[in-house]
């Protein structure tokens, strides 16, 4: 066949974009099918979250937090008090602790059922979308019950959590598990061997552990390469050293690993979330802490699995009750980085299909 | 080697649990006993008399010593003697244990060595970007840049820093090493207004192009107009 001749040209995705998952934009240069080079410009819903929080005190900046990554905004509480706590040496009251691992391993399915939804609805399948979001929307309705608020919890506290599960709230949520089992298996078998969507995902966006690890890509997009690394296990924080439960990690490396690990993730969820509810015990929820919260001097860093990965703060105090310097590391801005390295050289037809198995949310990206 | 004595001279001005200081007398109650064990090493700002401290605890704290800090504590030692033994006693302006995380602070001109040294060598392989942060200090005259670092193989974790002059602010890139800290320098250099030399695509990532001024300096206040 005859060289075709073909002309460079750039092609601008976002940032107002339903593929892109927020305000993201791609300056993608295309030499007729084929991506040769990708800019990612973020910063579209940059809100100085780092700024705001030299001038709060330190209970004042969860509620911020809710609106990093506000598809899993229990795990970001967490982060904050975790790390306030552990530069203060605050002790947590066991209920407490169960009651963050509960509503924070249901807002992982939560995240993760509307990354399938999503993805899925990026590559054309409309009926998986409304399928997940039936799901999310049982344990939106949980966390309004538990918190006053579907997305934006504001629930924990540095010491403990706002308030105790309503009376039969652990018993509701006890019994929608198991429905919860049949759901996810009923849409793992509606989705994942269909041939449309492997030829699509299977050995698309491949890299390997090494790449990963020097792009210092944390959660489902380094697990996909095998690599077993999940801080629950890695760096135990709160209570998770009680829980018996898997790492799932991937082979290839590619779309589809990272895909189906949401799946399994989900599982093991639920499987900790079936401990926990077991063996809660009864008891205060919120710990003896002062009224003011000084955190000594000194530079601290403590980091949570969130959904998307390694969810750490970092703190700089110099004794009072506001923070000197407050550093998010947000898993989605540092996953996404290695996005251009991704889209070269592949299909433009599989440009969505890479961006929405990193998994971000611009919430996050731009803090 | 002599680094025993040196180091014990760079640490001892930071209180450890033994020392319980008089001046942090508990003003509220105390948050638990165990809060005593661990004291911050590292102190950017003096700290004020107000920060809290069990009272009941003091007495407590001091016999057992606490193995997870001397376990710290030798790690450190390692490194800053193999450092040292690399690059001379010139490079470290400060070696401490923040908590238990070992801590140096390393000259500017040699940023980058340092690190290719630790991500490289076969004994230590720090491979792991774990977050990379800047700080304003407008009273002490710089801004401070720190990379915690993670090895994967062995199980080691480090904190870097270096610190730039806030009106000449240059660090040297260390994007060449880690691939995973390309937009973390962006950032800082958007913020905070550090010029990482040698980076390979240094532009504002959060605020637009034509953006004026560093919002994270201290000098830069969200008030104003």
């Known amino acids: ?367 | 080697m002599t680094d025993e004595n040196k180091n014990v001279d760079l640490t001892n001005n930071q209180p450890t649990s033994e020392e319980a200081d008089p001046k942090k007398q508990a003003s509220e109650k105390p948050v638990s006993p165990a809060a005593s064990e661990q004291t911050p090493v590292v102190k950017p700002a003096a700290a004020k008399p107000t920060v809290e401290k069990p009272a009941a605890a003091k007495e407590a704290a001091p016999q057992k010593p606490d193995p997870k800090k001397e376990a710290a504590q030798k790690e450190l030692d390692r490194f800053r003697q193999q450092i040292v033994a690399k690059f001379g006693e010139s490079v470290l302006e400060e070696a401490v244990l923040a908590k238990y995380q070992p801590t140096f602070v390393i000259k500017r001109e040699d940023w980058r060595n340092v690190i290719e040294y630790l991500r490289f060598d076969e004994s230590l392989l720090f491979d792991y970007p774990e977050v990379m942060a800047g700080t304003d200090y407008p009273d002490k005259g710089y801004i401070e840049v720190v990379l915690y670092l993670y090895s994967m193989k062995h199980g080691y974790f480090v904190t870097l820093k270096t610190r730039a002059p806030r009106d000449n602010a240059e660090v040297p890139s260390v994007t060449p090493i880690y691939g995973g800290v390309n937009w973390e320098e962006r950032e800082i250099y958007d913020l905070l207004g550090v010029t990482f030399t040698d980076h390979p695509d240094l532009r504002r990532i959060m605020m637009p192009e034509d953006y004026e001024g560093y919002p994270l300096r201290k000098d830069f206040s969200v008030w104003k107009e």
Not at chain 1, 138 to 160: D, K
């Open chain 1, 1 to 367: 066949m005859a060289e075709i001749r073909t002309e460079e040209m750039l092609l601008n995705v976002g940032p107002q974009h339903p593929s892109t998952h927020g305000v993201f934009r791609v300056v993608v240069k295309i030499d007729g099918e084929m991506i040769t080079d990708a800019t990612p410009v973020i910063g579209y819903l940059h809100r100085g979250t780092e700024k705001l929080a030299e001038d709060l005190q330190y209970p004042q900046i969860i509620p911020y937090f809710d609106r990093l990554d506000y598809l899993a905004a229990m795990l970001n509480n967490h982060a904050i008090v975790n790390s306030v706590e552990q530069a203060m040496d605050v002790q947590v009251p066991e209920r407490a602790e169960y009651l963050r691992i509960i509503v924070g391993e249901m807002n992982r399915v939560a995240s993760h059922l509307l990354f399938l939804g999503a993805y899925l609805l990026d590559l054309g399948a409309m009926s998986p979308f409304l399928y997940a979001f039936q799901e999310r929307e049982t344990i939106c309705q949980m966390f309004n019950e538990i918190s006053g608020a579907r997305l934006t919890y504001n629930y924990m506290r540095i010491g403990g959590v706002k308030w105790d599960a309503p009376v039969g709230w652990l018993n509701n949520l006890k019994a929608y598990l198991p429905r919860l089992r049949e759901k996810m298996k009923m849409y793992n078998d509606l989705v994942t061997g269909n041939e449309i969507f492997l030829s699509r995902v299977k050995g698309i966006g491949v890299y390997d552990s090494e790449t990963a690890i020097n792009y210092g890509l944390s959660g489902i997009n380094l697990r996909c390469t095998g690599f077993k690394w999940d801080l629950r296990r890695n760096k135990p924080y709160s209570i998770y050293d009680r829980f018996d439960f898997e790492i799932p990690v991937g082979q290839n490396g590619d779309c589809f690993d990272r895909f189906y690990l949401h799946v399994l993730e989900i599982e093991q969820s639920i499987r900790i979330v079936e401990q926990a509810l077991e063996q809660i015990p009864e008891g205060p929820i919120l710990g003896k802490v002062p009224k003011i919260l000084r955190v000594p001097a000194g530079e601290y860093y403590a980091a949570v699995e969130g959904a998307k990965g390694e969810l750490g703060v970092y703190i700089v105090s110099d004794g009072k009750d506001k923070p000197y310097r407050l550093k998010i590391k947000r898993p989605s801005f540092v996953n996404l980085q290695i996005l251009p390295s991704l889209l070269k050289g592949q299909n433009m037809a599989n440009f969505i299909a890479i961006l929405g198995a990193v998994d971000i949310v611009l919430g996050e990206v731009d803090a």
